[in-house]
């Protein structure tokens, strides 16, 4: 079975600060790996993606992630962030053989002024 | 370019009362049609997906169903509606199986009373 765990359900964070949020996946074949960013009351909206090649994705309003094969791990950065950044944030993955994306639990993400 | 119509945007509904939720795709054909429920606290939860017109796979047993009358088209429908159905419904969808990413909707929010 796949499986994505986001490790902090709440980050706080300053703003202008670095920031990383953390997504964990189960399995051990070929796997795409996804970074949603939910603002209140919206739907989902598609951040970067990791299909195959480089291991660091950049993604749109400055995000990146980076697939770690080894460590199983897809974690999202942004190096300074803005108050606009609070949201929700959603990794998901999709395993080989499998027919629909699995989602991480979310982190929300709190930038303080 | 691929667009995607989720309606009403707020429903508030008396428990017992019937529901219906539409949901439809532009610009493409034969996509992978999906219905998630967001609750509160409890992240994404999949409750339809479709892969074609009148396929309908259900993850959770529960008082909701869902139809695919036409290829681009996708419905979620109670007969009689609970407290429990409450919540942030969002549709997407995808080309296959989503290794591209999901296209969420816009959501509803149900209310329940």
């Known amino acids: 079975a796949q499986s994505v765990t986001q490790l902090d359900s709440q980050v706080p964070v300053f703003e202008e600060a670095p920031v990383e949020l953390r997504c964990n996946y189960s399995?051990?074949?070929?796997?795409?790996l996804f970074w949603y960013v939910q603002y209140p009351n919206q739907g989902l909206q598609l951040l970067l993606k990791?299909?195959?090649?480089?291991?660091l994705v950049k993604g749109i309003n400055g995000f990146e992630a980076e697939f770690n094969k080894s460590q199983t791990s897809f974690h999202l950065r942004k190096p300074s962030v803005h108050i606009s950044d609070t949201a929700e944030y959603f990794c998901?993955?999709?395993?080989?053989?499998?027919?629909?994306?699995?989602f991480g639990t979310g982190t929300k993400l709190q930038v303080i002024p | 370019s691929q667009t995607i119509h989720q309606w009403p945007a707020t429903l508030v509904q008396p428990v017992g009362s019937p529901l219906s939720l539409e949901c439809t795709v532009e610009?493409?054909?034969?996509?992978?049609l999906y219905w998630y429920r967001q609750a509160a606290g409890r992240g994404l939860q999949l409750l339809f997906y479709?892969?074609?017109?009148?396929?309908i796979s259900s993850e959770v047993p529960q008082n909701l169903s869902a139809s695919r009358p036409q290829d681009r088209q996708f419905i979620l429908s109670s007969k009689k509606l609970l407290l429990s159905d409450s919540g942030f419904y969002l549709c997407?969808?995808?080309?296959?199986?989503?290794?591209?990413?999901?296209?969420f909707g816009s959501g509803t929010r149900l209310t329940v009373v």
């Open positions: 479709s892969v074609g017109i009148g396929q």
């Open positions: 997407a969808w995808s080309v296959s199986r989503g290794a591209y990413g999901y296209t």
């Open positions: 610009g493409t054909s034969n996509p992978n």
């Open positions: 399995s051990s074949v070929s796997v795409y």
């Open positions: 998901a993955a999709l395993v080989g053989g499998y027919q629909k994306v699995t």
């Open positions: 990791y299909l195959s090649g480089s291991t």
